[in-house]
């Protein structure tokens, strides 16, 4: 962190000075010593919100399976569903012997 010039702000009473260079340097041991706090827990919530992001890609990839399911239970419960029929037809013709 920048050092800060206090001449500049007019503290000409040496004991007022010092105290507010005291109390900078305070604040500023603090912030330093809480840097690595912050950055960690900077960390966990980006990491939080990527797996909150992962967790909505995987619900709209769930969403999209189950529409299509149903789309193909529809399309077999009305006997349309080509690859139903066409496993139907050759398990009887196996059956059957005639492949």
């Not at 900077?42 to 999209?64: G, H, Q, V, Y």
């Amino acid at each position: 962190m920048e050092q800060l010039n206090l001449d500049d702000i007019g503290l000409t009473d040496r004991t007022q000075y010092n105290a507010t260079v005291a109390n900078f340097n305070q604040i500023q041991r603090t912030v330093n010593g809480n840097t690595d706090d912050i950055k960690s827990e900077l960390n966990s919530k980006a990491n939080l919100n990527d797996f909150k992001n992962e967790i909505k890609r995987l619900d709209d990839k769930t969403d999209a399976l189950n529409e299509d399911w149903k789309a193909r239970l529809k399309r077999v419960t009305l006997g349309s569903d080509e690859e139903t029929i066409e496993n139907v037809v050759t398990k009887i013709l196996i059956e059957k012997g005639v492949i």
